[in-house]
């Protein structure tokens, strides 16, 4: 029993430090995010929090980390169930600077414009 319960909870414990990776790699890749956002928790994840506009959170999608990009919502809570109309984006992960600016257009965020 200790055994089982060890490896689970060693195994929840990689799963976050996945998740930080992921977002400290997307924002080396993409530096201009970090004067635009803060870090926000998300649950028992990390996230970048662009105020009252959208979230940019890792999500385990079958054995992988990606990027989620969601609309803000004032109570996310009451609309859990509601998960893919906030969706904006699946994963951003892999999206270049200039393709990020334009799906971050799509929740009014402009990255040309200096910090809020």
């Known amino acids: ?17 996945e998740m930080a990776q992921t977002l400290i790699r997307f924002l080396k890749k993409h530096p201009a995010l970090a004067d635009r956002s803060v870090l926000y928790q998300a649950g028992e994840t990390p996230a970048l ?19 989620r990009l969601e609309r ?18 699946a994963d951003v992960s892999g999206l270049r600077p200039g393709e ?3 799906v971050l257009e799509k929740v009014n965020i402009d990255l040309k414009k200096t910090k809020q």
């Open 1 to 17: 029993m200790r055994e089982a319960d060890l490896k689970r909870k060693l195994r929840a414990l990689q799963h976050r430090i």
């Open 49 to 67: 929090y662009f105020f009252e506009k959208a979230f940019i959170r890792p999500v385990w999608t079958k054995s992988a980390v990606t990027l």
């Open 72 to 89: 803000y919502v004032p109570d996310s809570w009451a609309q859990l169930k509601d998960v893919q109309k906030r969706v904006v984006r």
């Open 100 to 102: 990020l600016a334009k």
